[in-house]
Structures are given as structure tokens and as C-alpha cells.
Antibody, heavy 120, light 110 residues
Framework: EVHLVESGGGLVQPGRSLRLSCVAS????????MHWVRQPPGEGLQWVSG????????DYADSVRGRFTISRDNAKNSLYLQMTSLRPEDTALYYC?????????????WGQGTLVTVSS | QSVLTQPPSASGTPGQRVTISCSGG????????VSWHQQLPGSAPKLLIYSNYQRPSGVPDRFSGSKSGTSASLAISGLQSEDEAEYYCVSWDDNVNAYVFGTGTTVTVL
């Protein structure tokens, strides 16, 4: 069974940094593209970033490009999101999500999310 | 980032059929596949439909998807109380090189 567990969320001041992690189990992370998707409180889903199986292609939403960095360690079955220059509008529940293929085909499994709150 | 347009709400009585639309453009739905995700209250999203109309194993056949041109639809037939949830469509957008989600539709069972 596919299992995705996010961690690293918390309360952080504007302008500071935070690193999210996602540990995968039940499948070989190295065979699949992965994504980060966020959901601000009371709002809809927003795709944040995606990375192909071998990190050969990486994409970001306009709202985070230049501030967030996605990465993966297939040997550790882990996905990461380094977030810098955080803004209050980055406050959201951040989901780790598995793609159905090694490149981008579509999300087929979700984690439970980790909450990031950006506030002074 | 561009978004896909969905009606904010839809409702029906148990047993009825409810349809949710998802409107986009040539750079997303018009040229790429559409998926649908269900988010029950207080839970993470779950894949409901992929590749426009395919159902993952375990998803009841009451749920069906379709796509025509730059629009897609999700239909729920034989509506049940456990179908009360938020539903999102999503597609890749070639103009912005990003996945774009729909605005979300809240389904209520009356």
C-alpha cells in the first residue's frame, strides 16, 4: 500500500526558511515523479512543484519560483521542499503527492499533509 | 497561475445524478488529460478519475468522467450521503508548465 508521510511544517516568521520532507513507503520512489500541492486554510488546492523520477525535469508554480526548491533522494525514498523567503500567503497545508509515472502523468496518491503557518 | 473553472456547489437527493463541469482552455484541458480528486471533509484528497474517464480500482462505477474540447465533466449517479465532499479537476497547462486545479465544487446530498 502506498504511504506518504510529510513532516517539517510549523510556525515560522515572514522571511524565514523551512524544509519539508516526505517519506514514501509501499512503492519505489525512484520510479515515479513526485509533487508538492498546498491548500491554504478554507481554500482550494494549488500545485506548487513537481520533479520527475531522475530529477531531470523540475517545475514550479509562478508564486513560488525562485523561493522554493524541490529535491529528492531516491535511495532514502524521500522528497523535499526547501522554502525560503516565506510570506504569509504561503500559509497552507502542504501535501506530498505521487505521480502515476516517472514523468508527469497525474497524481494518484496523496499524503496527509503538514501545516505551514507564516506569521510574525 | 491560471485555474480551471468549476461551479462552486452542486446538490441532489439520494439516488439522483449530479454533474460537475470543469472549464479550461486549449493549453490545459484542450491538449492534456483531466483527473478528478475527491476531498472528504477533514481529509486529504483522493484520486477519483484519471485520463479523462478512467477509474482507479476501488472507485465505484457510480463515478464517471468525460472530456470534450476544452471542458470536462464528472458525473455521480445514484448519489449517496458519503459522496458529500469537495471535488477538484486538474490538468497540465502547457503555457505555464504547471498543473492547474479547478476552483472546486462542494457536493451536498439533500
Amino acid at each position: 500500500e502506498v504511504h506518504l508521510v510529510e513532516s517539517g511544517g510549523g510556525l515560522v516568521q515572514p522571511g524565514r526558511s523551512l524544509r519539508l520532507s516526505c517519506v514514501a513507503s509501499g512503492f519505489s520512489l525512484g520510479n515515479y515523479a513526485m509533487h508538492w500541492v498546498r491548500q491554504p486554510p478554507g481554500e482550494g488546492l494549488q500545485w506548487v512543484s513537481g520533479i520527475t523520477w531522475n530529477s531531470g525535469r523540475i517545475d514550479y508554480a509562478d508564486s513560488v519560483r525562485g523561493r522554493f526548491t524541490i529535491s529528492r533522494d531516491n535511495a532514502k525514498n524521500s522528497l523535499y521542499l526547501q522554502m525560503t523567503s516565506l510570506r504569509p500567503e504561503d500559509t497552507a497545508l502542504y501535501y506530498c503527492a505521487k505521480d502515476d509515472s516517472g514523468s508527469y502523468w497525474g497524481i494518484d496518491h496523496w499524503g496527509q499533509g503538514t501545516l505551514v503557518t507564516v506569521s510574525s | 497561475q491560471s485555474v480551471l473553472t468549476q461551479p462552486p456547489s452542486a446538490s441532489g437527493t439520494p439516488g439522483q445524478r449530479v454533474t460537475i463541469s470543469c472549464s479550461g482552455g486549449s493549453s490545459n484541458i484542450g491538449g492534456n488529460t483531466v483527473s478528478w480528486h475527491q476531498q472528504l471533509p477533514g481529509s486529504a484528497p483522493k484520486l477519483l478519475i484519471y485520463s479523462n474517464y478512467q477509474r482507479p480500482s476501488g472507485v465505484p462505477d457510480r463515478f464517471s468522467g468525460s472530456k470534450s474540447g476544452t471542458s470536462a465533466s464528472l458525473a455521480i449517479s445514484g448519489l449517496q450521503s458519503e459522496d458529500e465532499a469537495e471535488y477538484y479537476c486538474v490538468s497540465w497547462d502547457d503555457n505555464v508548465n504547471a498543473y492547474v486545479f479547478g476552483t472546486g465544487t462542494t457536493v451536498t446530498v439533500l
